[in-house]
């Protein structure tokens, strides 16, 4: 559905001098009860793939403090580089399809409700209702007028899980991928604070850690770079534009998802694949695995594997099982980035472990302790909706073995080996599962990173 009739709005930030910016630090969380109690589910009761697919429950979801509206209701909403919309539950969704906290609008005094409805359909999962204007706060960082999504119904998205859920999504995709929506006025929180100089400089960046470690596992910095978060130097690549129709009939050359040159893939089994021009790599913090076309993802499982006839693809839950004692193996598979759109000659190298690919889908923390597992990339599931322009998808899967700076203003992506670091509790330490969130100090709010269904690349724009 395309959307009309947003009037014009204006952000207006709070108020603050140059001298006074600073980056805002957004550590993130690993809530370990979330990942087990939901592989459970979904290895033990065998679940069809459109109900509860394996491959969402499989890997970690980022979660982000938010205050909406005076007095300030909080959510807990799933950080998302594959979408640019920001939207919760309102009262008017029944409990059933929106199961946790709802956005009662007549407790807000700073409303500005409009008659623009919006739909949003991700890779996996839908949202449909009302647009709002409404103050938004981030990490002690205030945009008044924001747009806000207040969804009256869900799809596939919410889930019904009792530990450290995600109730909504914040895009930081690129504007465009609503103005070709038709929803112009629908500008990303993140992109607002860089509109009204809130954060020193246009970017921000994230930082997930490995996949074993817990509690205060990762962190996002919006306004700043994290030097002691990875190692080498920042390579940055630019991001690719896509051509797109708008509802006018135009074609225009626009930014949309945070998207990459990809020029192959590799791996030290004696994989690879180097493409005759260059595709799009899609960097989705929202998305649990890392999605590519089906014969690349059976070529490259037969070869980490060496053809092992246990190894199988699970069409149920849309990925392969392998043996998880392929994560005590010295390999890893490369991911090769253009640092060029117009040539593949320059290329920056992505590698990643196999132990972080080999995902234990037991009661197991690691792949040495778990007897079943799943291979961290899959084919791209048969009830996704993603279209022709996406073929590529490098989730949590892989994104977590880098360090990366999104650059808002020069349109690029910095790329750097992440630091593993163990500064996390384990998993006894933690488990700070409060369904309100954490209290918001200053610059600093609490992330969760849970497991539930995710795949939430933004997929209905005009391709």
């Known amino acids: ?64 403090e938010v205050d909406i509206g005076t007095p300030a209701q909080r959510f807990n909403v799933t950080m998302d580089t594959g979408s640019a919309t920001l939207w919760v539950p309102s009262t008017d969704c029944s409990m059933l399809k929106c199961p946790y906290e709802r956005f009662n609008a007549s407790q807000s005094t700073t409303l500005n409700q409009t ?11 839908m949202a449909n209702g009302t647009y709002a204007m409404e103050t938004v706060s981030v990490g002690g960082l205030t945009v008044t007028g924001q747009a806000v999504g207040l969804a009256n119904e869900t799809d596939d998205i919410l889930g019904t899980f009792t530990e450290g859920y995600s109730n909504g999504i914040m895009g930081f995709g690129f504007p465009s991928m609503n103005a ?43 306004g700043g770079i994290d030097e002691s978060k ?9 991001v690719m534009a896509y051509q797109m129709t708008d509802i ?27 493409f005759d021009k260059v595709q799009g790599f899609v960097l989705d913090t929202g998305t649990t695995l890392t999605y590519v076309p089906d014969q ?13 006839p246990r190894s199988i693809y699970d069409v149920f839950n849309g990925v392969y099982r392998v043996d998880c004692s392929l994560g005590s193996q010295d390999q890893n598979v490369e ?59 490098l989730g949590e ?14 349109q690029t992506v910095g790329i750097a080996r992440a630091i593993s670091s163990g500064t996390g509790g384990g998993p006894e330490t933690g488990n700070d599962n409060r369904s309100e969130g954490a209290t918001i100090s200053s610059n600093l709010i609490q992330l969760l990173v849970v497991m539930t269904v995710v795949m939430t690349t933004s997929i209905n724009i005009l391709f």
């Open 1 to 64: 559905m395309l959307l009309s009739g947003i009037g014009l709005v204006l952000f207006t930030a709070l108020a603050t001098t140059a001298s006074e910016i600073k980056p805002v630090t957004v550590p993130l969380v690993r809530n370990q009860e979330g990942h087990l109690s939901q592989i459970r589910r979904s290895v033990k009761e065998k679940r069809q793939v459109h109900k509860e697919p394996l491959f969402n429950a499989a890997g970690r979801e980022f979660l982000i």
């Open 115 to 125: 008659n623009t409805g919006f739909q949003i359909e991700y890779g996996i999962g």
């Open 180 to 222: 070709f929506r038709g929803y112009s006025q629908d500008i990303p929180f993140v992109f607002n604070l860089v509109n009204n100089n809130l954060i020193p400089e246009p970017i921000f960046s994230v930082y997930l850690n490995s996949a074993f470690h817990y509690g205060y596992s990762g962190e996002v910095m919006l």
């Open 230 to 238: 990875y190692s080498g130097q920042l390579t940055y690549a630019p």
């Open 248 to 274: 006018t009939g135009q074609t225009k050359s626009v930014y949309i998802y945070w998207t990459v040159g990809g020029a192959g893939i590799r791996s030290s089994s004696g994989y690879s694949t180097d």
């Open 296 to 308: 690349i993802a059976s070529d490259l499982v037969q070869s980490i594997t060496k053809k092992d």
């Open 335 to 393: 991911f090769l980035v253009a640092t060029s759109t117009q040539s593949a000659n320059d290329q920056l190298n992505l590698t990643v472990s196999l132990r972080e690919l080999i995902i234990p889908i037991d009661d197991a923390q690691t792949p040495e302790e778990a007897n079943e597992c799943a291979f961290g990339i899959a084919p791209f599931p048969q009830n996704s909706l993603t279209g022709s322009a996406v073929n590529f998808i």
């Open 397 to 410: 899967s892989v994104m977590r073995s880098f360090y990366t700076v999104h650059n808002m203003g020069q």
